[in-house]
């Protein structure tokens, strides 16, 4: 069992102050074993406390990220999955799924994780699963009306995905999941 | 009895004795063996002492001991509480300090403030809904640090500190604290460092209670407040700061602004103007991160306001908060930051703003954002890197407009394809150029679907590839990844499951043949990212003719 968070688009501090305090006492340091982010965090205060959670820490750059040296795109490798990182404006029509579908094939990841819209949503398709885990806190999006914040863990065993949503909704934090199983290492997810 | 009997007289032996030692620990001994509740009740005899006493005894310090078991005693309890009300405790401490200190003119300002220091902190304690009595201490100390200008000494400095934290820790609010009249003013007595120490302090407790605050009024007494982090004093530019610590302020700053916010969009809107008028007197080094959370804070407004309805009333109040005029404002701020070396910020900021705009079907507004972000990339943003996330921003932007009448659309595409086309290096400007194929073909506007427009975009990109791979020829003697190539065929399948006519097989057959041969060439450099994403689109072809149906009939044609 590995579990990996998904966050990011926190726009901390342009649009907002901090990530929501109900959220920062579930992010406990030593339980999570890898950190995806999509970017836009902005500023180092919270690459360090994302650091503080996990030291694995892997970030990819959003366009009003401080740090410019943060990679456009990533790929790592945990346990069976092939993941694939990108903020995601870098995509366009912006949360259109075929053109994600297309940076999948592209990475050839099992699962990409991108952001930009500050909506969550979870494809399965033949190529594989496109996440986006939100934004963390909520941060106002040009695209999306009434964003709530949210981030994803993900709870990876064999050949099998357990994706956990964590959503904060008029102060309540509301949890769904979704299962995703691969067919065999050489195969994509379906 | 004591009262009557004992303490009278142990008071006249230590006055007696006239040894500044013995007289010091008596006190002390006093203070520290009687119960707080006989202290209480003797408080004129024990203060009517203390002026009799030796005048090198370090009374502030047998006072300030004094005050503290006080008020300790008051934290104990709320039932004692009465009991000081009773006694006029408040009132004798005010005025046993106020003697001290005439009479120790000498006495250093660090002992004076810490003698108010605990003062307040009694005051606090035993009357916590009177801001009357804490304002008062504070006035006292005002008065008597008058004359001296910024205080120097280290010590003060702390104890100031000190006295301005205890009713934020006391309120955890810190509009309570607002309305001590004579806060700021204790404030001002502070060297420009330790000013800006005590700011963040208040933003720290603001941010760490969550307070929102809610008036123009409240914002302004607040920016008034900490307007050391602010602008620059007295006009002098601040070198020393180190320039993370400088980041890390002004990101405070900026998470404060957050936090200033009313449901009311009138109220809202004079919140903003106060931050605005304040922010923009904080000088080039400051705007990048202070204008930011202002122009999200007055795109939220638009979006709150939108809901309302356009229309403007005729006999409705000129002055009232509209889109339009929140747009005008954003429009004055931004340009604020084009003149200080934040363009990229400013272009993004354009870009946000004609989006919210087009939301609002103000065309004409959403037209000159982007003729101000348009500016900006020609005109300041020469990084290569940096063009190519603004032309990713505007092409992605422009993409969603759906309030362009056919010219402006056309003017603003047109440019946006010349720039993709300029960018330095043939691989961006080829992804640039197959992302601007989908401003010719938007899903939810069937008229906005222009079938050849976006082959012409796919072959321009494909131009482009070709040239790269004649450079690379040239260049190294063996050709350049196909990479591109690949990238341009998915583009052809998306548009060809889209129904674009003009996209045929033969079309992405052609593009399939191509990209093998220069696989199979013996020039070939080989790639294994570009293999695998072929893999992966060869695949995917394969899946979509499985699939059956009209996506299947589609695909059947296509041999892999």
Redesign the interface.
Known sequence: MVLVLALGDLH???????IP?KFKSMLVPGKIQHIICTGNLC???VHDYLKTLCPDLHITRG??DDE?RYPETKTLTIGQFKLGLCHG??V???GDL??L??L???L?VDILVTGHTHQFTAYKH??GVVINPGSATGA?S??T?DVNPSFVLMDIDGLRVVVYVYELIDGEVKVDKIDFKKTSSSQ?AH | MYKEVVLPRVLEQVVNCKDELAQFYLMDCIIQVFPDEYHLQTLDVLLSAYPQLQPSVDIKTVLSQLMERLSNYAASSTEVLPEFLQVEAFSKLSNAIGKVIEAQPDMPTAGVVTLYSSLLTFTLHVHPDRLDYADQVLGACVKNLSGKGKIEDKKATKQIVALLSAPLEKYNDIMTALKLSNYPRVMEYLDIPTNKVMATVIIQSIMKNGTRISTSDKVEALFELIKGLIKDSDGTPNDELDEDDFKEEQNSVARLIQMLYNDDPEEMFKIIETVRKHVLTGGSKRLPFTVPPLIFSSLKLVRQLQGHGQEENPFGDDASTSPKKIFQLLNQTIETLSGVLAPELALQLCLQCAEAANDCELEPVAYEFFTQAYILYEEEISDSRAQVTAIHLIIGTLQRMHVFGVENRDTLTHKATGYSAKLLKKPDQCRAVYACSHLFWVDDHDNMKDGERVLLCLKRALRIANAAQQMANAARGSTGSVMLFIEILNKYLYFFEKGNPQVTVASIQGLIELIMNEMQSDSATPDPSADAFLATTMRYIQFQKQKGGTVGEKYEPIKV
């Not at chain 1, 901390?12 to 901090?18: I, N, Q």
């Open positions: 901390v501090p342009h649009r907002a102050p901090d305090a500023i180092k205060e366009e009003y410019t404006h870098q366009i029509p912006w075929d053109s579908a297309m999948q094939r592209q050839d033949e190529g106002y040009s695209i009306y994509s």
